[in-house]
């Protein structure tokens, strides 16, 4: 099989799984390599917004299912479930994560760390991402998804099952991780799940529009 | 080569390239795959928000160059550049083009289409997507970046290079493609942007937190 081959099977198979084989718990080596595939994702100025919180203990999960309508077997079978939480106002171009990632992470001389940051105050202005809270984190959401996304790939890549988790009240569920200490006191947002296992049965036929309907070439 | 060292292989390769080898074209099988990749992403309930205009006109991607700064040397570089345009009201639970993939794509009876319409419109109104336009908008754009983050990696996988742009007026580029007639009338909305094609130069060393800092287990 060829490489084009090889990375299409992988988008093939994957599927929203929503009921996981209990019994089949993902090796740590592969779920290694699904975090990394999150890790590497890239992001918006490379400020990687994300926190991925494993959430495997059982507790945790009742009360989360509890308000959590598309995952109710997901989260009582899955062998692996991520909570993909993002930094809210960190996320300004003077937030503290934002500072924290130019220092700390990447390294910048003070300098270039201002001038970088005038640059991603001018980048959030123009896009209005500082009208309001909810539009902040919605665009540090959209960096979320470009993990997940991957994360997913890498899963099934690996032969490993999933299911994007929207289906939930979010602001119940994040207040319940806020209680449990994992949100840096209301710091982190809660964005998006995930769950990954085995599936127990095939999934029906994909549904998808056709390339003509979703591509536009302009040559 | 493991699967586990092959598709991590593919997200260390992968950087936000901005200077492309102008004359290095990708092979027409090759795009092919990184379109797939994004069709055949996962979506909020399956409804596909997405279009994806490949961009090869010079004319086009110049009048986007005069407003795009961060994406000045990938306009006139890259093999191929894609713009991602979502529906904007079409999405509501309401929108037409939720009625049509229930319909056309999904292939659902009436009357599971209503009741799926109805939990829907429950999920669309629990997570306040329907508070304002730019919130709806904000959230058929995450599955957009679920795409975008699926075909950056399906490129990397086939050693061909991307880079993701926000760094545009998005409200200026979007008018752009609307006076080309590329949003059905206003009806789609710029969402992200992509350029893909061959690095001239090695990347420097990619900077990211420690798996310690962004992976939290509770067990």
């Given at each position: 099989?060829?490489?084009?081959?090889?990375?299409?099977?992988?988008?093939?198979?994957?599927?929203?799984?929503?009921?996981?084989?209990?019994?089949?718990?993902?090796?740590?080596?592969?779920?290694?390599?699904?975090?990394?595939?999150?890790?590497?994702?890239?992001?918006?100025?490379?400020?990687?917004?994300?926190?991925?919180?494993?959430?495997?203990?059982?507790?945790?999960?009742?009360?989360?299912?509890?308000?959590?309508?598309?995952?109710?077997?997901?989260l009582s079978t899955a062998s692996h479930y991520v909570a993909i939480l993002c930094y809210r106002e960190g996320m300004r171009f003077d937030g503290d994560h934002v500072a924290r990632m130019m220092r700390d992470v990447q390294g910048l001389p003070e300098d270039t760390a201002n001038k970088k940051r005038e640059r991603f105050a001018l980048f959030q202005r123009e896009n209005h991402l500082l009208d309001a809270s909810r539009t902040l984190f919605d665009w540090a959401g959209k960096q979320a998804y470009i993990a997940l996304g991957n994360m997913m790939t890498a899963a099934a890549y690996l032969g490993i099952d999933s299911c994007a988790i929207e289906g939930a009240d979010l602001d119940a569920s994040e207040a319940i991780l806020a209680a449990d200490g994992l949100t840096e006191d209301g710091k982190l947002g809660l964005s998006v799940m995930a769950a990954f296992g085995y599936r127990t049965k095939e999934p029906g036929q994909k549904t998808r529009q056709s390339m003509k309907e979703v591509v536009v070439w302009v040559t």
């Amino acid at each position: 099989m060829g490489k084009r081959e090889e990375i299409l099977e992988a988008f093939r198979f994957r599927h929203a799984c929503k009921q996981f084989d209990p019994h089949k718990k993902i090796a740590r080596e592969d779920f290694d390599v699904i975090l990394e595939a999150g890790r590497l994702s890239p992001s918006s100025f490379g400020f990687e917004p994300w926190r991925f919180v494993v959430i495997q203990n059982s507790l945790l999960r009742d009360k989360l299912r509890a308000v959590s309508w598309g995952a109710q077997t997901q989260l009582s079978t899955a062998s692996h479930y991520v909570a993909i939480l993002c930094y809210r106002e960190g996320m300004r171009f003077d937030g503290d994560h934002v500072a924290r990632m130019m220092r700390d992470v990447q390294g910048l001389p003070e300098d270039t760390a201002n001038k970088k940051r005038e640059r991603f105050a001018l980048f959030q202005r123009e896009n209005h991402l500082l009208d309001a809270s909810r539009t902040l984190f919605d665009w540090a959401g959209k960096q979320a998804y470009i993990a997940l996304g991957n994360m997913m790939t890498a899963a099934a890549y690996l032969g490993i099952d999933s299911c994007a988790i929207e289906g939930a009240d979010l602001d119940a569920s994040e207040a319940i991780l806020a209680a449990d200490g994992l949100t840096e006191d209301g710091k982190l947002g809660l964005s998006v799940m995930a769950a990954f296992g085995y599936r127990t049965k095939e999934p029906g036929q994909k549904t998808r529009q056709s390339m003509k309907e979703v591509v536009v070439w302009v040559t």
